[in-house]
Nanobody, 116 residues
Framework: QVQLVESGGGLVQTGGSLRLSCAAS????????MAWYRQALGKEREEVAH???????VYADAVKGRFTISRGNAKNTVYLQMNSLKPEDTAVYYC??????????WGQGTQVAVSS
């Protein structure tokens, strides 16, 4: 079994920054990618960014230049540095890990709220 624990959400003013953390534990030898998704109220869940086992990163257009996804020194840890936050970034942010297409797990989500 694999568990993902997210932290770092909160309330911030427009233009502020937050750093989300996700730590995966359990039966993980390696992962193919870890990703951050978000789901705003009344909207579908969307991918924000992902990082592959090789370190390649991909970002949604809405966050390019403002968000940075990175891997931590601890194994199976990923961060999302969010700068220049906007009210439209308000959502529940979820961490996801994909184990080479065989298994896929989600965290419980962390709320990010950006006030105008």
């Amino acid at each position: 079994q694999v568990q993902l624990v997210e932290s770092g959400g909160g309330l911030v003013q427009t233009g502020g920054s937050l750093r989300l953390s996700c730590a995966a534990s359990g039966s993980i030898f390696s992962f193919s990618r870890m990703a951050w998704y978000r789901q705003a109220l009344g909207k579908e869940r969307e991918e924000v960014a992902h990082i592959t086992s090789g370190g390649s990163t991909v970002y949604a257009d809405a966050v390019k230049g403002r968000f940075t996804i990175s891997r931590g020194n601890a194994k199976n840890t990923v961060y999302l540095q969010m700068n220049s936050l906007k009210p439209e970034d308000t959502a529940v942010y979820y961490c996801n890990i994909d184990l080479w297409g065989e298994r896929n797990y989600w965290g419980q989500g962390t709320q990010v709220a950006v006030s105008s």
